[in-house]
């Protein structure tokens, strides 16, 4: 086993990360854009990015379009983008997917960036059709982890407060709230069900439960295409590279 790490909120990062793993040779069956974070003090990037944006959705769809020719030659393989029902609280503001004019880094900016891996994870699953490659979004629920740390939640937010002591008394453990994730990026019986969403309901039950999303973004194939070409846009724009877009 090898562990690497990459800081998904720095695109230089992101780049030696998917360099390095090329350089090894490894196949990809299962890519889980799992890293993100939640209800943060607010920051702005040096190169224009609200944290949150950047670390939950710019960073995800950089890696996973760097490393997509290793998942396709590793087909059959999944893309897994970890969402959330948070998502509902959320908006796309097209005039701004970099949320460079963001102030909170609130529960809103959280949503949306939730709404954006729904969104991305149903658009790549739309653009390769006919690869050997899935997609699939999916949620843990409410799991008792330890987002409230010291150095992770802005705890002068109510928000916070409020999470934290919600997944203290009402959490799932951290091993339940990880089986939406691994069933969609290995249940063999999902083959074929790419582009769909998975997670417990509002109650934390049922983890391995197609569902739908709040937002109707998800659903609307103009939506999903044009984030996926602007967020690919800002990308080559901020790092300066071509990138290989299926």
Known sequence: MDLMMVDMADFGSVKAFAEEYRSKGFPIHGLINNA????????????GFEITTKTNHFGPVLLTLLLLDVVKKSAPSRLIWVGSPAEAFGSP????LKGAKDTKSDMNMYGRTKLFNIMSSTEFNRRLQGTGVESFSCHPGVAKTDLYAPGKMDKDKLSSKVIDTTQKFAGQSQERGALSLLMTATEPSLTGKGGSN??????????????????????????????????VKILEETTG????VP
């Open 36 to 47: 993100g974070i939640f209800l943060v003090k607010p920051e702005q990037t040096p190169d």
């Open 93 to 96: 503001d097209w005039s701004d």
């Open 198 to 231: 998975w997670g417990p309901n509002t109650l934390n039950m049922s983890n391995t439960t197609e569902r739908g999303t709040s937002s109707d973004e998800p659903w609307d194939e103009a939506a999903c295409a044009r984030l996926l070409n602007e967020t």
């Open 241 to 244: 590279d071509k990138l290989p």
